[in-house]
């Protein structure tokens, strides 16, 4: 018996991984190894499954609903020009804290150096009163 790996069957059928893993989940398919055992028997069954014609849905509008409808769909590029502007400006603001970032830690680098010189200087500071007092 042919077994297959989620992303031989999901080649064989020109579906995405996860679309059987879902079936393999939803179909308490077997595993070993933590990997589903697919059979061709799986792989036919599906195959047959998504080679079934979709449900054709109509649906009417009135004339208002269609306008409507109209209205959406011109403003459809102009909706989709306002979301890669804000994915720009995601992609800098990500870019600017990464940099503010980076600062940050050269600044944390640099006071922590500081706070170590401050720390030896006041341990030989202390170090010399000691044997000034002995």
Same mark, same amino acid.
């Given at each position: 018996? +042919?077994?297959? +790996?989620?992303?031989? *069957? ?6 995405? !991984?996860? +679309? ?5 989940? *939803?179909?308490?398919? #077997? ?9 061709? /028997? ?6 047959e499954?998504?080679?079934? !014609? ?7 509008? +009135?004339p /208002?609903?269609? *306008? ?12 989709? /020009?306002?979301?890669?502007?804000? #994915? ?36 030989l ?6 044997? #000034?007092?002995?």
């Open positions: 018996m +042919t077994t297959y +790996t989620t992303k031989e *069957a999901a080649d064989i059928l020109g579906v995405l !991984p996860r +679309t059987i893993q879902k079936k393999c989940k *939803a179909q308490k398919i #077997r595993k070993k190894d933590n990997k589903y055992l697919i059979t061709d /028997e799986h792989i036919n069954e599906w195959s499954q998504t080679n079934e !014609p979709e449900e054709l849905i109509y649906e009417e509008f +009135t /208002e609903h269609y *306008a409507k409808l109209q209205e959406v769909l011109g403003d459809y590029p102009k909706l989709l /020009e306002s979301l890669q502007d804000h #994915r720009n400006q995601i992609d800098y603001l990500k870019k600017s804290l990464d940099k503010a970032h980076s600062q940050m830690d050269v600044l944390l680098n640099s006071i922590n150096k500081s706070l170590q010189a401050i720390q030896q200087g006041n341990y500071m202390a170090k010399k009163e000691q044997d #000034r007092d002995q």
